[in-house]
């Protein structure tokens, strides 16, 4: 019930293509959702974040799309670009605790 | 203070060896997470500071590993015994309050 799964494992996406990763969940205690993109050798970097109140959240070429009922949210690169080559993961904070809950991960490849 | 400081940033101990990894989170951050990451995997919780308090601990931590932050700023994390099992990127992250996280580059241990 503690899970994410995420969606797809990997994504191949030409430059200026858009890029779509899906995350689905159980447990509604989870109260904040982050996603993390993450290069090879670098710990993961926050990219954005939604809290389930809101249904979409952009900034800049990052969009969230989050649907409460359905449990899933889901992370959309516009203007995909060979720089965004990277595995994004998505991640749900338990409320009242310190622990965020992973998903397993997207490598994400944006050819030119 | 420009992030989460982890080191060493590699270590290659032989099987049997204890190690332990230091942790310097940004400086205003009173929460301190430990995580443990292995190939093509998101990162698993491990245990999580509020100022000198662990307040939890992941069943992934049994009693051959132990977390220290004894005044509030930095962390240590240190595996006794160590098994090939452990061979993983241990990252560490901090952030303000509950959400936010900050994670450091990781300290990449490889057991031989």
């Known amino acids: 019930q503690q899970q994410v799964k995420q969606s797809p494992q990997s994504l191949i996406v030409q430059k200026g293509g858009i890029s779509i990763i899906n995350c689905a969940y159980e447990n509604t205690a989870f109260d904040y959702f982050p996603w993390y993109q993450q290069f090879p050798g670098k710990g993961p970097a926050l990219l954005i974040a939604i809290r389930p109140d809101v249904s979409e959240k952009k900034e800049g070429r990052f969009t969230i799309s989050f649907n409460k009922s359905a449990k899933q949210f889901s992370l959309h690169i516009m203007d995909s670009q060979p720089g965004d080559s990277a595995t994004y993961f998505c991640?749900?904070?338990?409320?009242?605790?310190?622990?965020?809950?992973f998903g397993q991960g997207t490598t994400l490849q944006v050819k030119p | 203070d420009t992030g989460v400081s982890q080191d060493p940033r590699h270590k290659i101990t032989k099987r049997g060896q204890n190690v332990t990894f230091r942790c310097d989170p940004i400086?205003?951050?009173?929460?301190l997470y430990w995580y443990r990451q292995t190939l093509g995997q998101g990162p698993e919780f491990l245990t999580y500071f509020q100022n000198e308090a662990q307040l939890e601990k992941s069943r992934l931590l049994s009693d051959r590993f132990s977390a220290e932050r004894p005044k509030g700023s930095f962390s240590t994390l240190e595996i006794q015994r160590t098994e090939q099992g452990d061979s993983a990127m241990y990252l560490c992250?901090?952030?303000?309050?509950?959400?936010?996280?900050?994670f450091g580059s990781g300290t990449r241990l490889t057991v031989v």
């Open positions: 992250a901090s952030s303000l309050n509950r959400n936010g996280y900050t």
């Open positions: 400086s205003e951050h009173n929460r």
């Open positions: 991640a749900a904070h338990i409320s009242n605790t310190g622990k965020l809950i």
